[in-house]
Structure formats: C-alpha cells, structure tokens
C-alpha cells in the first residue's frame, strides 16, 4: 500500500553504471512516483535542469515509512486545505483558479478572447497535479 504526499526536496544526480546520471530527489527514503515544479514550471520530466535546486515534488511512498515523514524537513503533509496556505507551496505553485478554469473563445477575425474565471473562489491557489490519499500498488506494477 502507498499513500502520497508533498514535500520540498533539491535534485541531486547520481551516477547509473559508472558513466549516465540519473535526476532524483535528495531525500532518506525511496519513493515511487514523482509529479515536480519548480517556480511555476513543471519539471517532472526535466529534473536534470534542476540538479542543486529546490522543488515542490508530489511523491508516492510506501504506507511503512509514514511514519519517518513527521520528521523530515520539507515536508508539507498531504492534507490540501494546510498545503494550499503554505509559504512554501506558493514560491513553486501560484496558479490561481481565476488563471486555471479561464476559457478561449475564439473569433472568427482571428483574435482570442480570454475569459477569466470569475467564481467566488477565483482567488484560491489550485494544485499542480490533483491530489489522492492511498494508491494500493504493488511495487512490481509501479517499477513494471
């Protein structure tokens, strides 16, 4: 069984055979999917771009090792109504809902109109990746 959390954590790289790098998270436990930005960009797949910096990563661990969680710095938990107020979640993720759910609507001279999300909470910061509690994977399935 594995549940997700998010955490800040830098890129580290660490040589595969001798000779390639691989891109990974600097963290004391193994994890098994990753979902990252950095500053508002998505760097899920360009972890090489961020060796030595910090990032905003959504991770899946296993249910075992929770527990090493509560002590880890750069942790932020998983509960969505904490995270979305936290300094550190909004120096990577500051993408409002008034940006996120604005529509197109496209002329027929050419020009787009960009209409803004207008509910009552247009203010509120949304999540980079959507986030669940428990993942019921066997780490065969996760690794193929």
Known sequence: MYTRTVVIAKVKAIKVDGKDSEYVLDLPFKYTAI????????????????????????????????????????????????????????????????????????????LVEIKKYDGIDKDEVTQFVPFVDEVDLEVNELLG
């Open 35 to 110: 979902n990252a930005v950095c500053l508002g960009v998505d760097v899920t797949y360009r972890l090489k771009r961020c060796v030595g910096r910090e990032v905003l990563a959504y991770i899946g661990i296993d249910v075992k090792i929770k527990a090493r969680l509560d002590n880890l710095t750069g942790n932020l938990g998983a509960d969505w109504k904490v995270i979305k107020t936290r300094r550190e979640y909004l120096k990577h993720w500051f993408v409002k809902k008034e940006d996120a759910l604005a529509t197109k609507e496209f002329k027929p001279d050419g």
